[in-house]
């Protein structure tokens, strides 16, 4: 079974930086495709950021290209959202995801296994 633990929420100023992490676990946990997405209240949950399963690869909203990072530490089993020049209109609950197979998506619906979620809020 594979089990996501997320940390790094918090509070920041718009223009400031968040690292978020995913700790996986389980079989083969980390060579799964991972993915960030964020719900906002009211709103439905959308994707950010997505990484194939070797972290070769990487797919992003619009929104947050040229400021989001995702990366993947193979040592630690750990994906990372790195987040710089935040804009309040980032803050959300942002969750952690891995899918089976090997290419990485960006539709909720495919993947499988979803952490806890964190919060990020962005003042102005």
């Known amino acids: 079974q594979v089990q996501l633990v997320e940390s790094g929420g918090g509070l920041v100023q718009a223009g400031g930086s968040l690292r978020l992490s995913c700790a996986t676990t389980?079989?083969?946990?980390?060579?799964?495709?991972m993915g960030w997405f964020r719900q906002a209240p009211g709103k439905e949950r959308e994707f950010v950021a997505a990484?194939?399963?070797?972290?070769?690869?990487?797919r992003y909203v619009d929104s947050v290209k040229g400021r989001f990072t995702i990366s993947k530490d193979n040592a630690k089993n750990t994906v990372y959202l790195q987040m710089n020049s935040l804009k309040p209109e980032d803050t959300a609950v942002y969750y952690c995801?891995?899918?089976?197979?090997?290419?990485?998506?960006?539709?909720?619906?495919?993947?499988?296994?979803w952490g806890q979620g964190t919060q990020v809020t962005v003042s102005s």
């Open positions: 995801a891995a899918r089976e197979g090997l290419i990485a998506t960006i539709s909720k619906a495919d993947y499988t296994y």
């Open positions: 990484s194939d399963w070797n972290g070769g690869s990487a």
């Open positions: 389980g079989r083969t946990a980390a060579r799964r495709p």
